[in-house]
């Protein structure tokens, strides 16, 4: 459902957003590097117990254990140290700095993913969160699905289609997104994720994408991880890559769900409009944007703390720990000024999200809102 926009004072509700964040910067310090330590041995503990049993035959002990490794080392560990979040605490180790995480030949350790580290921190760290629902977000799902939307295939068959992509989305969609959108800021282009020139063999960046994203993951992960086995027998081998592939499904739908529907839906707003000023950015973040289910460290890591995006998109710098204690405060800031949240079960939300891109609902545009303040808040450039 459509929400009705309601005067705010913009001003004020800029200056109780960053009177929170100046509170939740004032007590970040060792028990975040205490909690975010213990997510990390977690991430290690899953992998080293996935690789372990993954020689034993076809087996759910290993198939759950190697997904959620990979899942938990990306949606928790290099999504917050890309965006900064552990940097300026003292004591944090070399590896959670971001000029550091996965820099050369750490990427084998950190983020041995389909991914680029250079192209996700282009495309979603800069382009997505600062234009998140306008025209130079990479990532609007309704934008990205207009293919499908406008067909005239039957709903069915689009369910289908949704259902195929979510099972490879990583490598089909979000490692080629990324580094297409680094490519055009490097070599100022603006070519589109379908475009001829992407996916042609007689293309370079075909070849880009082959060599920086699909090529080292699938010899790392489907060619290296199972050789290793080889040293017990090759029955053991077969056993590890067939728990690798299974894995690698479980990630790619495992990430759809907790990522994908975080900014789709009838009730989540899209804008023509970059904000202007640093009140308006921050009510884009929350307009925009959906939180899921939240609370409990085992609940949130089971969400890859993306259950907090509300947060996120607000304090993108911010470390595990604070978005837990922020989510409370967020939303009496936000009852307080009349900004709607959205916050609601991560399967509910992707029913939503399904809604938006097999084309039988559409995200509203935002018209606008009655601005009570007295005076306007500084620019973003400011802030």
């Not at 050369?104 to 389909?114: E, K, Q, S």
């Not at 994908?260 to 804008?271: E, M, Q, T, W």
């Amino acid at each position: 459902m459509r929400r009705t926009p309601l005067p705010i004072d913009l001003k004020a509700f800029a200056n109780d957003i960053d009177d929170l964040r100046q509170q939740l910067k004032h007590d970040t310090g060792p028990k975040d590097l205490a909690h975010f330590k213990k997510i990390e041995i977690t991430v290690w503990l899953l992998a080293f117990i996935g690789l372990s049993t993954a020689w034993l035959g076809p087996n759910p002990i290993a198939i759950f254990a190697l997904a959620a490794a990979s899942f938990a080392r990306w949606t928790i560990l290099s999504h917050h140290i890309s965006h900064r979040g552990y940097e300026n605490i003292p004591g944090a180790p070399a590896r959670y700095q971001s000029k550091t995480y996965a820099r050369g030949w750490r990427r084998l350790i950190h983020w041995m993913d389909w991914v680029h580290p250079d192209a996700w921190h282009h495309e979603h760290d800069v382009m997505h969160h600062y234009n998140l629902g306008e025209t130079g977000d990479p990532d609007v799902p309704q934008n990205n699905a207009g293919w499908i939307r406008d067909s005239r295939l039957p709903a069915p068959i689009k369910l289908l289609i949704v259902t195929l992509i979510a099972i490879v989305w990583k490598p089909i969609y979000y490692a080629p997104n990324t580094l297409n959108s680094l490519l055009n800021k490097q070599e100022k282009t603006s070519y589109e994720l379908g475009s001829w020139d992407l996916w042609s063999p007689f293309k370079k960046r075909f070849w880009l994408i082959i060599w920086r994203c699909w090529l080292p993951y699938i010899s790392f992960r489907f060619v290296f991880l199972p050789g290793l086995f080889l040293l017990i027998s090759p029955e053991a081998a077969l056993y590890a890559l067939v728990n690798l592939l299974i894995a690698e499904v479980v990630i790619n739908l495992w990430s759809y769900i907790v990522i994908v529907p975080n900014h789709a839906g009838s009730d989540i707003y899209v804008f023509d409009q970059h904000p202007s000023d640093r009140a308006n950015f921050y009510l884009n973040q929350i307009l925009g944007s959906v939180d899921y289910h939240c609370g409990g460290n085992t609940r949130d890591f089971m969400h890859g703390w993306l259950n907090y995006q509300v947060e996120h998109h607000l304090f993108p710098d911010m470390t595990a720990r604070q978005y837990q204690m922020a989510h409370k405060r967020i939303r009496e800031i936000c009852e307080k000024h009349n900004v709607p949240v959205v916050s609601e079960s991560v399967f509910k939300r992707v029913g939503k999200l399904t809604k938006i891109l097999i084309g039988t609902e559409t995200q509203p545009l935002w018209p606008g809102i009655v601005d009570t303040s007295i005076t306007a808040p500084q620019p973003l450039a400011n802030a």
